[in-house]
């Protein structure tokens, strides 16, 4: 009897739990370690607005659907020249995914040094990349994966084709959908009825390491439910000592509360005491825009550098993708990946479990260099985005005990160096390429001192 009645108090929550849903609570929570030692993600965007892959450049072309019934002229004009008097609903039918190769997909994020994915679940169209039962509720036409269009589960079977690599499956969830009618006509329903029902199947059924929630600034987090889903993740669920959470759960919430604080297209912003993750697009936009050129793409450099940025300030690199509705990775995104692959597989341990240092950079205009900190070995990192002219490189502000060893991460040539007044001059090599097979950033490693 005595152990009946403690399950049903547990199952009723009537013991106390360690996460109350009030954001003092729940903002004690530390981000697993896991995902802080990780440093670079995967976003992919991929949906029904993957079929007409349109917006003008510079837009998000998974708003596609917002464009249409918003009087967007570039997508209205574009809509009745490829797809005619087509509703945006009526090409589910075409979103095929018919060469979509989860084990594929697996292999070319593994190859990219990522260690974390982040799939669209549901943007804010509401179609479902899973078969959810709860879309029946509120629409009158097949509206998810598993009942239209490619007719599988989508996501689960990335999540299955991750689960045999090192790479951590997780999801995107957006909170509100703009056109669903149960929102449209009673919130408090469709949260009740609707939302919490689906992120609760999510969560059961896939277990994922990384829940990243979107389309808060619609409503309350107390609309949301968002406290209480929260306390419930981290004090019941299946995933409850390793998911990683963010800060996009109602309005005023984001960059105040929640788990990581997720700015999109602000290289600008440090918060320095509080975990964070940049999200951008390989172009402009997450979702595929055959709109965009190569030009548009930024170069591997340019996404080897917005990597180190933010690992250097403390936090991690989202990338995103976004596969056609055929379920292909365009090739110029599949190239940008294995180019980031191999530089990570050259230089990954100035990345991977690495902090902030005492300083971020050295040069103000231009940057000069980066620095990254491993805690565990004591080594720091200084990365160079262009080769010293002159052989020599001097570090600002920086005493070494006599004796330290530097050396080429790339060769692993011992480089010497030598104090000048407050600072240390490296001396390096000329450039061999034939020796040299790192690109975009080249990295000394400083060993064994102290971050402070």
């Known amino acids: 009897m005595l152990v009946l009645a403690c399950t049903w108090l547990s199952a009723t929550g009537l013991f106390a739990q360690a996460y109350q849903p009030d954001w003092a609570s729940l903002d004690k929570r530390p981000v697993p370690q896991w995902y802080k030692d990780a440093k670079f993600g995967i976003f992919i965007h ?53 060469l979509y190769d989860p084990a594929e997909w697996a292999r070319v994020i593994e190859g990219s040094g990522a260690k974390y994915v982040v799939l669209t679940s549901k943007h804010h169209d509401g179609f479902a990349n899973w078969p959810s039962q709860a879309t029946a509720l509120a629409w009158s036409m097949p509206w998810n994966a598993g009942v239209t269009g490619p007719h599988r589960d989508l996501l689960g079977d990335l999540f299955a084709a991750l689960r045999k690599t090192s790479v951590h499956p997780g999801m995107y969830y957006s909170l509100y959908e703009w056109f669903n009618p149960i929102w449209l006509n009673d919130k408090p329903r469709y949260v009740t009825e609707y939302m919490l029902p689906q992120m609760h199947d999510l969560i059961n059924t896939y277990h994922p390491d990384v829940f990243w929630t979107d389309g808060d600034w619609e409503a309350s987090d107390t609309l949301f439910h968002s406290r209480e889903f929260l306390a419930w993740l981290y004090n019941e669920s299946p995933v409850k000592d390793q998911v990683v959470t963010y800060d996009r759960w109602g309005k005023g919430i984001r960059f105040h509360h929640g788990g990581v604080y997720t700015p999109e297209y602000q290289p600008d912003l440090d918060f320095k005491d509080h975990y964070f993750e ?53 090739p110029i995104m599949e190239e940008r990946l294995q180019q980031m692959g191999h530089w990570m597989s050259i230089n990954s341990e100035a990345i991977y479990g690495a902090v902030r240092w005492k300083k971020v950079s050295q040069g103000d205009s231009v940057k000069e260099c980066f620095f990254t900190y491993s805690p565990e070995r004591k080594d720091l990192y200084v990365l160079l985005p262009r080769w010293p002219s002159g052989g020599r490189f001097v570090v600002r502000d920086l005493a070494l005990p006599a004796g330290t060893t530097v050396e080429l991460l790339d060769t692993k ?7 000048v007044g407050k600072d240390v001059e490296i001396r390096l090599p000329a450039f061999d390429p034939n020796r040299m097979t790192s690109e975009y950033v080249y990295v000394i490693k400083i060993h064994s001192i102290n971050n402070k």
């Open 413 to 419: 040539q011992a480089l010497t160096w030598k104090a």
């Open 46 to 98: 991929w949906g029904v607005y993957s079929v007409p892959g349109y917006s003008k450049k510079r837009e998000y072309a998974e708003w596609y659907q917002y464009g249409l019934n918003h009087n967007d002229t570039a997508r209205i004009r574009y809509h009745k020249a490829k797809f005619g008097d087509l509703t945006y609903y009526q090409l589910a039918d075409q979103f095929k995914a018919e």
């Open 278 to 330: 940049e999200s951008r697009g390989m172009g402009f936009s997450y979702g595929y825009n055959r709109a965009e050129d190569s030009w548009d793409y930024n170069s591997a450099q340019s996404l080897v550098l917005a990597l180190i940025d933010k690992v250097s300030r403390g936090g991690n690199f989202l990338l995103d993708i976004g596969p056609d509705e055929h379920g292909k990775i365009p």
